[in-house]
């Protein structure tokens, strides 16, 4: 299965140069079967990664592009008169995909956010009381720029808590960026075709065998230990949930199949620590001031943690 997940990751950076560890968080979020915030700037390949982690896998995939009068019917779909029987009904909207790409998701107003807080959360959507399950695997990327506030709703924190991981993709070196504008010229043209290397079924193994990972009791306690920390630290007003825990057990978990491994480590922790808890923290009025970094508290509750003792 190592080698499942290093065929996949290859693949994919044929398209998106230089962003193994970035990639690696984001494919281990998905493994969880969690869904993936991806908080950054735009023209960093954040549409292009998800395109490409559908197309690798053979995931059906749908993008949704959020804008300020979208209806939560044109995400979960809504009922129709059928012409040719004069019935009604069901037309299912782009959220029934294996993996959705939600398009700068704080541009959109509360009732479309309900709509895809369900469907994220319950793997199923509700439409005039009756409830359609989704395909499974059901996975959403969502993506949203950080500096441009016009015409944006802030994700409340309910929602954002439902998102396993958040992590950015930042900017390439030089290097990679030449490399970037070497394979263009190369091609001779924008379009890159992937062909799929894995499929469903070898997903869905991954994900079952991340079950099988074995954790030690310790590492469960350094778990809840981190969590816990987060509540305390002197500029946090609400720390991270018992879904924080979960998310840092099944995140490692993810981890150490990415690296081969079937039992997870410390240091599989403490890298997903920070992608994985930061986003549910919640500042005091007194810390918001001052802005402080989720990021830099989490690394600091990191710190003053003791460590596992590990042989």
Request: include cysteine.
């Amino acid at each position: 299965m190592n080698e499942v997940v290093s065929r996949w990751l290859e693949a994919v950076e044929l398209a998106v140069v230089g962003k193994r560890s970035t990639l690696e968080l984001i494919v281990a979020g998905l493994i969880a079967d969690g869904h993936v915030l991806l908080d950054d700037l735009p023209g960093v390949a954040k549409t292009l990664t998800a395109r490409s982690l559908a197309a690798t896998a053979q995931f059906s995939f749908s993008r949704v592009q959020f804008t300020p009068d979208i209806l939560p019917s044109d995400i979960t779909g809504a009922m129709v008169l059928d012409m040719s029987t004069n019935q009604a009904r069901f037309a299912p909207g782009p959220i029934f995909a294996n993996l959705i790409l939600a398009d700068e998701i704080n541009r959109a107003p509360a009732k479309a956010q309900s709509a895809l807080l369900e469907a994220m959360q319950e793997r199923q959507t509700t439409v005039d009381g009756v409830s359609h399950l989704l395909p499974r695997p059901f996975l959403v990327i969502a993506t949203q720029n950080p500096v441009e506030s016009e015409g944006t709703y802030p994700l409340p924190e309910a929602q954002i808590d439902r998102f396993i991981i958040r992590t950015t993709i930042g900017y390439p070196t030089a290097d990679d960026e030449v490399e970037l504008l070497a394979r263009r010229m190369k091609r001779a043209s924008d379009e890159l075709p992937l062909a799929p290397v894995i499929d469903i079924a070898a997903f869905r193994s991954l994900q079952v065998l991340a079950e099988h990972v074995h954790v030690d009791p310790s590492l469960l306690e350094y778990i809840v230990a981190l969590v816990q920390s987060t509540r305390l630290d002197r500029d946090v007003e609400v720390g991270s949930s018992p879904r924080g825990s979960l998310a840092l057990l099944k995140l490692s978990r993810a981890i150490a199949v990415i690296n081969g491994r079937d039992f997870v480590t410390p240091d599989d922790i403490r890298r997903i620590a920070v992608p994985g808890l930061a986003h549910r923290l919640v500042l005091s009025a007194e810390a918001w001031a001052r802005r402080p970094d989720p990021d830099d508290i989490v690394s600091r509750c990191i710190n003053q943690v003791p460590t596992p003792h590990w042989s």
